[in-house]
């Protein structure tokens, strides 16, 4: 067996504005869904990975300094703690910063996605070693309308060719070190990683997400994905 290769970069470190609930004060990446905090489905779910060498989680300032206690019942030697940034593509760019050497192929994975799955992993994982970037993905499969600032429709756009960007994403180290790099100098900022590598003409590929993926934005969210945590992948 190859000596492990893959680091990965939970992104924990968003402020939660959209959701409130009853841990109403705490981020929603620490609150429990499905069973156990929503950042710890991702981490063990990773650290599971014979091929995985690193995780970093990537968490606000408050919490880099003093980690939720549950974080260390996983495998400590495979876990570093970064600390968040103002913006996304800026936590990301720390964690990539924290990566050990060893890791040639770099997951970006949101913790607000808590039920990624292996097979999910496999696909991004694959196509990453093959030279390019991959994303998990879904086709859009609704009608989709463009609408003015009164709401009006203005026309109905063609959603052949149309996905839906999930996590994780997944790139060879110098492709996504280089477009984040890139973005840094050029002050521009990202929700998707994939795009920071677009804007380079750097190639990426998407692969089949899963709907059980879904991100977790409003409180309303919580108990989809505890529904959708009892089906299969």
Not at 60 to 76: E, I, K, M, N, R
Not at 104 to 118: E, G, K, N, T
Request: aromatic share 4%.
């Amino acid at each position: 067996m190859n000596a492990p290769d893959v680091g990965v970069v939970i992104v924990a470190a968003g402020s939660s504005t959209r959701t409130t609930g009853t841990d109403q004060g705490r981020l929603k990446q620490l609150r429990w869904v499905a069973g156990k905090p929503m950042l710890l489905h991702s981490l063990q779910t990773f650290q599971q990975r014979a091929d995985v060498a690193m995780v970093v989680c990537v968490l606000p300032t408050s919490y880099a300094g003093d980690p939720p206690p549950w974080l260390f019942q996983c495998d400590v030697e495979r876990m570093l703690i970064s600390v968040g940034g103002k913006e996304r593509s800026e936590s990301v760019q720390n964690g990539l910063e924290d990566l050990p050497d060893e890791c040639r192929i770099v997951l970006i994975h949101d913790a607000a996605r808590p039920l990624v799955s292996p097979p999910m992993i496999d696909r991004v994982i694959a196509e990453a070693r093959k030279g390019h970037g991959a994303i998990a993905a879904l086709p859009v499969v609704d009608t989709l309308k463009e609408v003015d600032a009164h709401g009006a429709i203005v026309k109905t756009v063609d959603r052949a060719g149309l996905w839906r960007a999930q996590t994780p994403q997944g790139f060879p180290r110098d492709m996504i070190v280089r477009a984040h790099a890139d973005a840094s100098a050029a002050g521009v900022s990202a929700t998707d990683d994939a795009a920071l590598c677009e804007r380079l003409g750097l190639p990426v590929v998407v692969v089949r997400g899963s709907e059980r993926a879904m991100k977790v934005t409003d409180d309303a969210d919580f108990a989809r994905i505890d529904a959708l945590f009892s089906l299969p992948e």
